[in-house]
T-cell receptor
């Protein structure tokens, strides 16, 4: 199984600011995924981050709000831009194993005041 | 389009009793099915999966799940619950196309009383 590290683990931010979340994997992976888990909710896929190409965003998520970088096969960042209280969530990085299941980081818990 | 449903928001079981957490799914092709557990302030941990083969799948921490194609279900089970099993459980599904994304159910909170 992959070991996935996310930073920061939690943060409290002011409305209108931006925060970048980092995701580091201990092995090379083709696809990395960013999920959002709003309070008391399930996981919603934000985007798929592929190395060397633009991220693929799901319906309801746009690059201007959630820009993603994927500079190499072990690292990705997700930025939450111009934050509002509605962005308060857990943001989770994940990778898919060759056997099909996803492995997740511990998540980044974001509170926007 | 694929979807997954967990009809119970919460399941309460006494320690030592068997537990079942329900999951039904809908996919256009062959299903890949997964169960994950989330403990407080933690990320999701993979429990088990069904891709092909035996309908009864065994996973981590003594959990198992039964794939039922006719009922499109993949219920999570454990013969004897522990207090430490108390957590949030997510069922997830994707179809067998390589580009398919994994969709998560709404989650079921499992509470095991001593």
């Amino acid at each position: 199984s992959a070991v996935i590290s996310q930073k920061p683990s939690r943060d409290i931010c002011q409305r209108g600011t931006s925060l970048t979340i980092q995701c580091q994997v201990d092995s090379q992976v083709t696809m990395m995924f960013w999920y959002r888990q709003q309070p008391g909710q399930s996981l919603t896929l934000i985007a798929t981050a592929n190395q060397g190409s633009e991220a693929t965003y799901e319906s309801g998520f746009v690059i201007d709000k959630f820009p993603i970088s994927r500079p190499n096969l072990t690292f990705s960042t997700l930025t939450v831009s111009n934050m509002s209280p509605e962005d308060s969530s857990i943001y989770l990085c994940s990778v898919r194993a060759n056997t099909g299941e996803l492995f997740f980081g511990e998540g980044s818990r974001l509170t926007v005041l | 389009a694929q979807s997954v449903a967990q009809p119970e928001d919460q399941v309460n079981v006494a320690e030592g009793n068997p537990l079942t957490v329900k999951c039904t799914y809908s996919v256009s092709g062959n299903p890949y099915l997964f169960w994950y557990v989330q403990y407080p302030n933690r990320g999701l941990q993979f429990l088990l999966k069904y891709i092909t083969g035996d309908n009864l799948v065994k996973g981590s921490y003594g959990f198992e799940a039964e794939f039922n194609k006719s009922q499109t279900s993949f219920h999570l089970k454990k013969p004897s619950a522990l207090v430490s099993d108390s957590a949030l459980y997510f069922c997830a599904v994707r179809d067998d196309s390589s580009a398919s994304k994994i969709i998560f159910g709404s989650g079921t909170r499992l509470s095991i009383r001593p």
